[in-house]
């Protein structure tokens, strides 16, 4: 059975939304791509939050602005034992070190949350049919 996880990620707020984008993408993703091992996860998307760069506000539809993230990672695993395999490959005591100390460079790390999620459906159209 497939198994997605969320990762939802705030930046320092020393870095604009482009340099913690062009950071995660460029130095961050290849260096868990390189502790993960090569069946690491099916898939690995990040969606980020377009910000005003004047206002650093969201381009929100519903809700107000107080967002506590700045990107949400999808993954997802073959089962739940690809899963394990890729936790215990980034867990050993250097690439934990090499992680943490990666991650401190633009992630607000006591920000950082992961949950498992079940998808449902899909949709095919607007709402209603």
Same mark, same amino acid.
């Given at each position: 059975m497939v198994l997605k996880i969320l990762i939802f990620t705030n930046r320092l707020p020393t870095l604009t939304p482009a340099e913690f984008k062009n950071y995660y993408?460029?130095?961050?993703?290849?260096?868990?791509?390189? /502790?993960? #091992?090569?069946?690491?996860?099916?898939?690995?998307?990040?969606n980020?939050?377009?910000?005003?760069?004047?206002?650093?506000?969201? +381009?929100? /539809?519903? #809700?107000?602005? @107080?967002?506590?993230? @700045?990107c949400v990672a999808? %993954?997802?695993?073959?089962? +739940?034992?690809?899963l394990q395999r890729q936790m215990a490959a980034v867990g050993t005591s250097e690439n934990t070190r090499l992680r943490e100390e990666d991650e401190e460079r633009f992630?607000?790390?006591?920000? %950082?949350?992961?949950?498992?999620?079940?998808?449902? #459906? #899909?949709s095919v159209g607007g709402f209603g049919g």
């Open positions: 993408e460029t130095h961050h993703m290849p260096l868990i791509q390189k /502790i993960s #091992g090569d069946d690491a996860w099916l898939s690995h998307t990040r980020y939050i377009p910000r005003d760069s004047d206002t650093n506000t969201a +381009q929100l /539809i519903i #809700g107000d602005q @107080d967002l506590e993230f @700045d999808e %993954v997802i695993y073959r089962d +739940q034992e690809q992630i607000e790390r006591r920000s %950082v949350k992961v949950v498992v999620v079940e998808s449902c #459906g #899909g």
